[in-house]
């Protein structure tokens, strides 16, 4: 029997009415060398929300995402995990306490089977700061929210098609049950069934409590998901709202996103 058919084991009730904030910067700021990326970035991440982080391109979306995991090599500012200041926390700390990162290259181990690549990614159970048990992602449970990842199982990295490696990235990175999940522009570039596939798992994760930050430029993808939205221009965050207030708001769509 593939380990994919196992009965799901969510082991979390979902969570709605807390509003913990889960992780948090304050002026962060970035540098790649010599050259300043982002300018006093404040931005917060509650539990069981998403919250997209929009802009155009080069706004500094995916540089934000890397300096909140720890990967910018030059940074000020604060930045806050689970109540803890982790601004001088290496990658592997951030992701160890919780913090999962799909980038935007989305690397897999092309020649490990879609089970390898989930195996090597596996951590142990965590909890929520009030005490609640978080998640817990096995093969069976991660198979009931990818579907085709669960029908091959044995397919190496390099026989999948993009699109199929993009879900196997998610997948790993909540192998390792992460209370936050950051995804870079998870809708960029992949066919519209596995953009589909993508919305309905970011809503699934959510309903039981796990936070997501997503850089998008997708409006329609963001629209979906998220409930409210930081957007970015220059490196700076030039507006913040809930995502209906942004969606009504015709002027800041065209002035930020040339919607
Ligand atoms: P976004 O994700 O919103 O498209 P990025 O965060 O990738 O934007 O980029 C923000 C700015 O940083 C852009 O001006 C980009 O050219 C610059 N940049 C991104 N990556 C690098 C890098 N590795 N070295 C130097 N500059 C970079
Ligand atoms: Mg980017």
């Known amino acids: 029997m593939s380990p994919f058919q196992a009965p799901p084991n969510l082991s979390s009730s979902s969570s709605s009415s807390t509003d913990q904030v889960l992780l948090e910067c304050k002026n962060l700021c970035a540098w790649y ?110 198979g009931k929210l990818f579907p085709n990842l669960a029908s091959m199982p044995h397919r190496l990295g390099s026989h999948m098609s993009g699109g199929e490696q993009q879900m196997l990235t998610v997948a790993r990175s909540l192998m390792g049950n992460p209370l936050v999940l950051l995804l870079d522009e998870p809708s960029e570039g992949v066919a519209p069934l596995i953009v ?35 957007v970015l221009e220059k490196g700076q965050v030039r507006h913040h709202s809930s995502m209906q207030e942004l969606s009504e708001d015709g002027q800041a769509l065209k002035a930020y996103l040339s919607v």
């Open 196 to 230: 589909e596939q993508m919305g309905e798992m970011i809503l699934t994760l959510k309903r039981q409590g796990v936070s997501i930050l997503l850089s998008e430029q997708n409006l329609h993808f963001a629209q979906w998901v998220s409930d409210r939205v930081y």
């Open 33 to 142: 060398g010599a050259a300043q990326i982002l300018f006093d970035v404040n931005l917060q991440v509650n539990r069981g929300e998403v919250v997209a982080l929009m802009g155009r391109n080069g706004a500094g979306k995916s540089t934000t995402l890397k300096a909140l995991m720890g990967l910018m090599p030059k940074k000020t500012g604060v930045v806050n995990f689970l109540g803890q200041d982790q601004s001088h926390f290496e990658p592997h700390d951030a992701a160890r306490r919780g913090l999962g990162f799909v980038p935007e290259d989305r690397r897999i181990f092309t020649d490990l089977t879609v089970l390898e690549n989930l195996s090597v990614a596996r951590q142990g159970a965590r909890k929520f700061p009030n005490g609640q048990d978080a998640p817990y992602w096995d093969y069976a449970n991660l």
